[in-house]
């Protein structure tokens, strides 16, 4: 599709350019991991700091005046990416095992009674209109979402994959609590495995806002292509810092 032009162009430029310099991968990794896990945190009201972020994923500290609950968030994110890395590494398949393992990584220590573990309660998305499907049929939901996913996979523009599959995932709500981490993550799970670097959706300025209003356009109207938009805007962010780190 000819919207994702710009992307791939950069997508290009990055490829022709790899394997990148061990020491630039390395300092890329270590940056969008802090950015992705506090960007990711932020949005679903995590009060750390980008820069109490990196403390406490680099260096085991806490952060005094703060909850446990938000440093086990940035631990157990930490945890989910290198998991995801291992997966991207690993080419192995996106499946329900995959998702439910991430959404564990997510929870542990949180709320292990619901981690890993599809919601058996109704749930409403506060300042949304969508109403998730009844809990009885997200297991069912979540196989036809899967089952779209092997079908698309090869077929789709990876960043369309990947914006897709996490509206639609976000759209069932599966789990109780950390459906928006596992969102993003599963995401970057999918652009990670087409060679993208992850997409990091920003919790400040408007893009947070924008990133609320475009999924809930998508919800209540059917009109996905704002939220595609969105996350290609994302790509091509990260395409661009990628770049100029080696450039």
């Known amino acids: 599709m000819s919207k994702f032009n710009r992307v791939d162009d950069l997508k290009e430029q990055l490829d022709q350019h790899r394997p990148l310099p061990a020491a630039a991968v390395k300092n890329l990794r270590d940056v969008y991991r802090v950015e992705w896990t506090y960007n990711s945190n932020a ?34 994110h930490a945890e989910a990416i290198s998991y995801i890395e291992d997966q991207v590494n ?22 292990d009674e619901n981690a890993g573990r599809y919601r058996s309660i109704n749930v409403r998305i506060s300042g949304s209109q969508h109403e998730p499907p009844h809990f009885l049929q997200v297991e069912n939901a979540m196989r036809e979402l899967f089952a779209w996913y092997n079908q698309e996979k090869d077929h789709l ?13 976000v759209y069932i709500h599966p789990f109780a609590d950390g459906n928006g981490r596992t969102a993003r993550l599963l995401m970057n799970l999918i652009l990670m495995g087409h060679g993208f670097p992850p997409a990091i959706v920003k919790a400040e300025n408007a893009q947070r806002l924008t990133y609320y209003e475009v999924l809930e356009t998508a919800s209540v109207q059917g009109n996905t292509l704002p939220f595609i938009e969105l996350i290609a805007q994302c790509v ?8 100029k780190a080696i450039l």
């Open 236 to 243: 091509e962010e990260s395409l661009l810092t990628h770049l």
């Open 157 to 169: 523009h990876p960043v369309e994959l990947a914006a897709l599959f996490h509206f639609k995932f």
């Open 90 to 111: 690993q080419t192995e398949p996106l499946d329900e095992r995959t998702l439910k393992t991430i959404h564990h990584l997510v929870l542990k220590n949180i709320d």
């Open 43 to 76: 949005i679903e009201g995590n009060t750390l700091s980008l820069i109490e972020t990196k403390v406490v994923m680099e260096d085991g500290l806490t952060i005094g005046g703060k909850r446990l609950q938000e440093h086990f968030e940035v631990i157990n």
